[in-house]
């Protein structure tokens, strides 16, 4: 579950963020990725007001609360900030009122500062809270960028992915991640692929050991996340198997319920595996634009064979006459 204190460790700089009350608060869960700016609530009118939000307190709010009592200020403030906030956030660098610093204090909430303007603040504050939230899942395999392309090489335990994507990096392709791969599903319609901090730029070569990817082939080798566009998988050759070998029928895998293209390559001495990842990569470029080879070999196909038809039936009427 993600906490109030990831926020500070992770954003602090990004945020321009300082703490000024709550510290014991710090390990408070964030249940939902909202941020909300109280408006109505302000007022009084708490119906469907939902306490478990981060609140961002902008110009405006203050403001407001500025024109009240000090009674009834510190009565509303109580009523909005519980046990159940996460946080609450102050814009524009405002200094906060007594009376919030109080509560927060009182009820551990973490309350911080930020110089960000308040459109600014709520948007990456929206950003960053729907990045962790987003669905996720951890994959074994590993992450390759390939002519644009976001490629997971999986497959078996030593059957070459690792060699593979060294292959294809020493070719000037770019590594995303080794062995451990996370992928994200951002806003419902597209996967995007990550390494663990730890291992980051790393590889595990049997034979020689872990390499630095970005130390032996320079920082242009190797990015932080890609968007994972198809799947090939390794296998060794089994000649019982059969292969396409047309491509017509297109196959995919579900990863998070969206249905990525799939493709499985055998794997045996004498085979490229390096040229035939970087094929299927430009291959699914062209699909993307509008040419599929299989399909445009399958339409001349069926229209030679079309032709020879009409031929039969034209020259069949001759012969019977004769």
């Given amino acids: 579950m993600y906490q109030v204190q990831s926020i500070l460790n992770q954003h602090k700089r990004n945020l321009q963020l300082e703490l000024l009350a709550g510290k014991a608060g710090l390990n408070r869960k964030i249940r939902k990725p909202e941020v909300h700016r109280p408006g109505l609530s302000l007022t009084g009118y708490m119906k469907n007001f939902i306490k478990s939000r981060i609140f961002l307190f902008g110009r405006g709010e203050i403001q407001y609360l500025k024109e009240l009592s000090a009674e009834i200020r510190f009565e509303r403030l109580k009523a909005m900030l519980t046990n159940s906030t996460p946080a609450v956030f102050l814009s524009r660098k405002m200094?906060?009122?007594k009376?919030?610093?109080v509560i927060c204090e009182q009820n551990n909430i973490p309350l911080f500062q930020s110089k960000m303007h308040t459109v600014d603040l709520f948007s990456k504050l929206t950003l960053l809270l729907s990045d962790e939230f987003c669905p996720s899942v951890t994959l074994h395999g590993t992450l390759i960028e390939v002519f644009g392309v976001g490629v997971l090489i999986k497959g078996e335990s030593s059957v070459g992915k690792s060699e593979a994507a060294l292959?294809?990096?020493?070719?000037?392709?770019?590594?995303?991640?080794?062995?451990?791969v996370k992928v994200r599903k951002k806003e419902g319609s597209f996967l995007i692929g990550e390494g663990p901090e730890l291992t980051r730029h790393l590889m595990e070569i049997r034979g020689i050991g872990i390499i630095n990817v970005a130390n032996l082939y320079g920082a242009v080798c190797v990015r932080p996340d890609k968007g994972l566009d198809i799947v090939v998988q390794l296998e060794e050759w089994d000649d019982q198997h059969f292969y396409d070998r047309v491509g017509l029928e297109e196959k995919y895998t579900d990863i998070l319920d969206i249905n990525i293209p799939f493709h499985l390559l055998p794997v045996k001495p004498g085979r490229d595996v390096i040229l035939l990842i970087e094929t299927i990569a430009l291959n699914h470029r062209l699909k993307g634009m509008g040419y599929n080879s299989a399909k445009e070999f399958n339409m001349k196909l069926l229209e030679t064979l079309a032709k020879r038809k009409r031929k039969i039936r034209q020259s069949s009427p001759l012969k019977e006459k004769t």
Avoid at 167 to 180: A, C, F, K, P, Y
């Fill in 167 to 180: 292959g294809l990096i020493e070719r000037g392709h770019r590594l995303i991640s080794d062995d451990v």
């Fill in 99 to 101: 009376e919030l610093l």
């Fill in 95 to 97: 200094r906060p009122l």
